[in-house]
């Protein structure tokens, strides 16, 4: 099984593209959860990457410092960077997003929540530019 659900505020904004050939909206952004290791606090970054409509709803609604939860699946892809050496990446490909609400620098109690959901599509139909 391979499924993962994390907490975690977005440390940039959402970037939003559309794959060439297919017009599919892909999002990408990245975001810190916080744990605890022997009483220590430790920060974990991860990238995530939205697709279709929610791409498009994490792009208009979140932002740089949105307290969000992800569902989805770790992938692992490779690819060749400019110096030409090869680059594994894990990220998440979410299936789920949900805007917790609220921000760091605006912690209001009145909380939304609202879930930004779709099924996603096998990368392998995918024809993505990077």
């Known amino acids: ?5 994390i907490i975690g505020r977005m440390t940039k904004d959402p970037e939003l593209n559309y794959i060439p050939n297919s017009g599919t909206a892909v999002a990408s952004f990245d975001i810190a959860v916080n744990d605890y290791v022997n009483k220590q606090k ?8 939205a697709w279709g409509k929610v791409a498009e709803n994490v792009t208009n609604y979140c932002k740089k410092g949105s307290e969000v939860g992800i ?3 770790l992938i692992q ?10 680059v594994n990446v894990i990220e998440i ?3 789920d997003v949900k805007f917790i609400g609220g921000n760091q620098n605006n912690n209001s109690s009145n909380k939304n929540e609202n879930s930004f ?3 996603i599509e096998p ?6 530019p990077w």
């Open 93 to 95: 490909n979410a299936s």
């Open 117 to 119: 959901q779709e099924e």
């Open 42 to 49: 430790v920060t974990y970054f991860f990238s995530i990457k």
């Open 1 to 5: 099984m391979n499924s993962i659900n």
């Open 71 to 73: 569902t989805g699946k």
């Open 77 to 86: 892809r490779s690819y060749t960077n400019k110096t030409g050496n090869k």
């Open 123 to 128: 990368l392998d139909n995918v024809d993505a």
